[in-house]
């Protein structure tokens, strides 16, 4: 994964967007109390922050054999 570490701010950006537009959706979410589509938009926030945390890890991986 040479590129994620040639591509620092990229992956930062990518990170900050993630994690800010994923705590807003389980927020927002959680408002919705008693709400189907507060679960999905939970759920949907979910996603986007372990998203943000793929992307965190991608550099660290080991290249596969």
Do not use: C, Q
């Amino acid at each position: 994964m040479k590129f994620w570490k040639e591509h620092a701010s990229l992956r930062i950006t990518i990170i900050a967007v993630f994690f800010v537009v994923g705590l807003a959706l389980v927020i927002g979410g959680w408002k919705m109390t008693g709400k189907l589509a507060g679960l999905g938009i939970m759920l949907a926030g979910l996603v986007l922050l372990l998203a943000a945390i793929l992307v965190y890890n991608k550099p660290f991986e080991d290249p596969k054999r």
